[in-house]
């Protein structure tokens, strides 16, 4: 392997879309780096041939990009090295390295800050409690020990636990993976679809489930949380019928984009009760305009599109892909 950084190469096994390509540019500077031209066989072999370091993305890296790069490392980007042939990579004895991605971190925290923000009411909850609506029950202050304490002094009986229910993921990428990731810790079934289900053994070994028909998942679904694109093919996915095929009481979180969800049709089923709630932090208007139906729609949490804030994004990613770089050389280096 070649320690010199400068003449490094750094070759991506797929061509990445332009606003990855310059983040990659940026922080790879001062490495050799290859992007293929396009995603045709010819043009990946060219990129990767005699490679240093492959950068693995969402395109299959198997024996025939590994036989032709002969690559001391790889690093995957995402936790789950999905993409990569872990079995062709042990026989070659190349390690491969996930790169978690801070932006997919930062918008699974924030979907299961928004659910739990609906299974808790915990707006309802700090607005009450900073408007004193205590005195509309009679109630006054005291001073509380161990044992004695106003419990649910607001007299909510209409939060919930996560624990044992079932979450639906529309879309199972680094989002959806890393949302999972969470869910699992608060004792829910995650099921997922998406065009392309995983294998068998990812799926096993992410303890997910799949699902053919997004409308199977939508029915039996809980919670369901969107991870999806907005693309013509998506545009207003969830309108009136879609979200009738929810199950009653069932909650939404939207943290992927908001011309997905018919914005009139779900906050109609949250005035009448067909829903039990909705966390969104994306709209199809943005900032939100003023007087829309969401101002005042009962059991609904809304974020200023903040779900990837504090994580650097792509930026970040690629900074983290660099120093996982400088740091293989300077370990060949010493052997």
């Known amino acids: ?28 500077t001062g490495f050799d780096l290859r992007i ?19 950068i693995a993305r969402k395109r299959r890296v198997g024996s025939r990009e590994m036989d032709c790069a002969e690559p001391s490392l790889i690093l995957a980007l ?49 607005e009450g409690v900073r408007a004193g609506a205590y005195r509309e029950r ?20 209409d939060a919930f636990i996560l624990d044992g229910l079932e979450l639906g993921l529309v879309g199972f990428g680094a989002i959806g993976q890393e949302v999972a990731r969470r869910a699992l810790g ?27 028909f997004v409308e199977e998942l939508i029915e039996e679904s809980d919670v369901l949380s969107l991870h999806i694109p907005h693309t013509p093919q998506t545009e207003s996915l969830f309108d009136g019928p879609m979200l009738d095929r929810m199950k009653p009481g069932a909650i939404l ?3 992927a984009r908001g011309g997905l969800v018919d914005e009139a049709a779900l906050a109609e089923r949250l005035r009448d009760g067909r829903l039990g709630g909705a966390g969104l932090d994306v709209f199809r208007e943005e900032p939100l305009p003023a007087g829309h139906p ?10 200023p599109h903040t779900g990837g804030a504090g994580a650097g994004g792509q930026r970040e990613l690629f900074v983290r892909v660099a120093a996982a770089v400088r740091n293989h050389a300077a370990q060949a280096a010493q052997q």
């Open 253 to 255: 979180v939207n943290t």
């Open 138 to 157: 009679g109630l006054e202050p005291a001073v509380t020990t161990e044992r004695l304490f106003a419990f649910n002094w607001l007299g909510r009986k």
């Open 186 to 212: 608060f004792g829910m079934r995650v099921r997922y679809h998406q065009r392309h289900l995983l294998q068998q053994g990812w799926n096993r070994r992410l303890e997910v489930e799949p699902v053919g």
């Open 36 to 54: 293929p031209d396009d995603d045709s066989r010819a043009a990946v072999e060219s990129a990767v041939r005699g490679a240093d370091v492959l």
């Open 78 to 126: 995402g936790r789950n090295p999905i993409a990569v042939s872990l079995r062709a990579a042990a026989n070659r004895g190349i390690p491969v390295t996930p790169i978690p991605h801070p932006g997919a971190i930062a918008v699974a925290d924030h979907t299961l800050g928004l659910l739990l923000a609906v299974a808790r009411r915990i707006v309802e909850g700090h």
């Open 294 to 303: 969401f101002v005042d729609t009962p059991r609904l949490v809304l974020a």
């Open 1 to 28: 392997m070649t320690t010199d950084s400068a003449s490094l190469t750094v070759a991506f096994a797929e061509r990445p879309p332009d606003f990855v390509r310059q983040m990659a540019t940026q922080a790879l």
